[in-house]
C-alpha cells in the first residue's frame, strides 16, 4: 500500500496558499462540523454542486421516462438504475427524493477525496499547531491533557496530543490508559469508543485522522498500530486484520534482517493488553500478534546471528518480551535455532542486567511481567489469561497467509549499510 503522500510528517511549516486562502473564507469549527456530519455536499464549489445536481436530474428524467413507457413500477425502475450506475444508490423511500439523492451521490462519488485537498491540509495544518504549543514530553502528563481536552470537546486539541503521543512512541500509553490494547484492534477500539463515541467526531474524519497516526507510528517502527486504513473511491476504511498484516510485512521485507533485530522494540511484533484485571502485579501482558509471527516466520533466520553474547543488537528488552511468547512462536514453527538463541540469551540473564545470571529469577520476572506464572520445577509458564490454543491457531495461519503473499518481496542494499 502507497504512503499518503500528504502525510503529517510531510506538512509542517508554512500553510500552502491555497489553504490559507480557503480558511479566511471558513472557520475551522464550521469544517468541522460540516465533515463530523459527513456533509460533504457543502464543502463542494459552485461548480461542483451544478455538475452534481445536472447528473442526478438526468437520473430522475429516465425514470420519469420509463414509467410513462412501460408502467413499470418505482421499484422495478430503481432496481434497473442501480445496475446501470452502481455508484448512485436510489433511496425511494425518502421524502424530498431529489434532495436525497443528491447528497447521497456526493457522497458515493467516485475518484474523488472524500474532502478537498483544501479541507484535509486546513485541519492538519490546525493540529500540527497545537501540537506545537505541546511543551512535555512525560506521556502521563500528556494523557491527563487528553482527558482534559477531551472534557472539553476540543477536538483539535485531542487530535494534537494523540499525534504527540505517537510521535514519540506512546502510543500504547493512551491506549492502555483507556482499556484497550496497543494494537492494530486497539486502535480501531479507540477511533470507535473514544474519537467517535465520547468526542464526537464523524466517521470519515476520525478513519483519516487515525491513518494519519498510524503512519506516525511506523515510522516510529511500531508496526502493529501501522498500516491499518485504507482508501476506496475516496472513502475511508478500516483494513482487515490479515490485509493489515500483508501490508505491514510487505514493507518490513524490504528491510535488511539486522535492521528489523536492533531496530524493533516489542511493539514492532505485538502488542500489551492492561493487565490489571486477573495479575495485579503486572500493569500489562504482552502478546505477540499475526504481524509478528509473520516477521519470524519470514525473517528469523537472518536475525539469529544478531541475538545473545555480549554484543547482542537485538534489544535485550526485546528478546525478554519474545521469550515470554516462545511456546506459540515454536508453534508456528518459526526456525528452533532462532527460538534457542533467545532462550538462551534469558537464561544468560543478559536481559535484565539487575538480576545477573539468576536463570529462574530472570525467567520469573519475565513471565511475571508478561502476565505469566514461571514455575521453575517444571521449567514451564502457567498463563493467567490471554488467547485460547484457537485463537493462536487463528493467527499463525494469518501470519503464513501474510508471508506466503509477500515472499517476492526481498531486503535493498546489505547489513553492512547500517554501520
Known sequence: MAKDTTSPESEKGVMPPDVEEELKKRDLDELLSIINEANYYA????EEKDEEEKRLNDQLQMINELQAKGGRSKEEIEKELRGMEKELEILGKAQDEAETKRVEAVKKRTRRPIEPYWAKQMIRHAEEEEKKKLTTDNSDELVSFFESALEDGDEIKCAAIFKKLCSDANENEILNYYGFPSTFEGMRMFGEKILIGKLGMGEQRMMGFMSDASYLNESRKHWDTARIVGVK???????EPQDHVAAALAEIRKMQPREVARGFNRLGYGGETPNQAFNPGAGRRFEIGPLGIGILLAMADGMTGYIGGEKSEMPSNTVGHLYSQLDVIRRAGVSEKFCKRVEDEVKSGRTKEKLGDVVNTAM???????GHRYDPKTGEFVR???RSKEEEAKIIEMAKKAVEKTKHI???GTPEDLD
Not at 464543502?43 to 459552485?46: I, M, Q, V
Not at 520469573?364 to 508478561?370: D, G, H, L, Q, T
Open 410 to 412: 526481498t531486503p535493498a
Open 364 to 370: 520469573s520476572f519475565w513471565a511475571k511481567e508478561k
Open 384 to 386: 493467567a489469561g490471554g
Open 43 to 46: 464543502l463542494l464549489t459552485p
Open 233 to 239: 473511491d475516496g472513502r475511508y476504511y478500516w483494513l
